[in-house]
């Protein structure tokens, strides 16, 4: 009987070996199929984030390029806007000069003529102011 109780336990300590052997492999499974899931999950992270890198990388070359044409446009404008006022300036410079020169002296004119009366409307001295030129 006493091998027979012995024989039961051994019987006994191998089937809760064998359990725990099984516990034990069905974890490891489960372990290396969540590190499967999440290694997964990782490369798909990386790979989508490497996109975004690119297209964001690509979005900003394009507007840096964008940018750069319209400063080129807004160059060119300056440009010729400079020109044209260059060569307004030497074509009417001489005679704006003159013109300046020649007002500058009529409103000088003026100034000696006007008199302590103020105008009215139609550039004639007013009825109640005092006349210089009687």
């Known amino acids: 009987m006493a091998r027979e109780d012995d024989r039961?336990?051994?019987?006994?300590?191998?089937?809760?070996?064998?359990?725990?052997?099984e516990v034990?492999?069905?974890?490891?499974?489960e372990l290396e199929a969540m590190q499967i899931i999440w290694a997964k999950r990782e490369f798909n992270r990386r790979l989508r984030l490497?996109?975004?890198?690119?297209?964001?990388?690509?979005?900003?070359?394009?507007?840096?390029?964008?940018?750069?044409?319209?400063?080129?446009?807004?160059?060119?404008r300056l440009v010729g806007i400079q020109m044209l006022a260059r060569t307004k300036c030497k074509s009417w410079g001489s005679w704006l000069g003159f013109c300046v020169n020649f007002?500058?002296?009529?409103?000088?004119?003026?100034?000696?003529l006007q008199h302590s009366?103020?105008?009215?409307?139609?550039?004639?001295?007013?009825?109640?102011?005092?006349?210089?030129?009687?």
Do not use: H
Not at 122 to 129: A, E, F, M, T
């Open 8 to 21: 039961k336990k051994e019987n006994l300590n191998d089937r809760r070996q064998r359990e725990v052997g």
């Open 103 to 112: 007002l500058g002296q009529q409103v000088m004119v003026l100034q000696n």
């Open 24 to 29: 034990v492999e069905r974890r490891e499974l």
């Open 50 to 76: 490497g996109r975004e890198f690119k297209e964001d990388r690509r979005w900003r070359m394009i507007m840096e390029e964008k940018r750069e044409e319209e400063k080129m446009e807004w160059r060119e």
């Open 117 to 134: 009366g103020g105008l009215g409307d139609n550039g004639k001295p007013d009825v109640n102011s005092r006349s210089e030129f009687i």
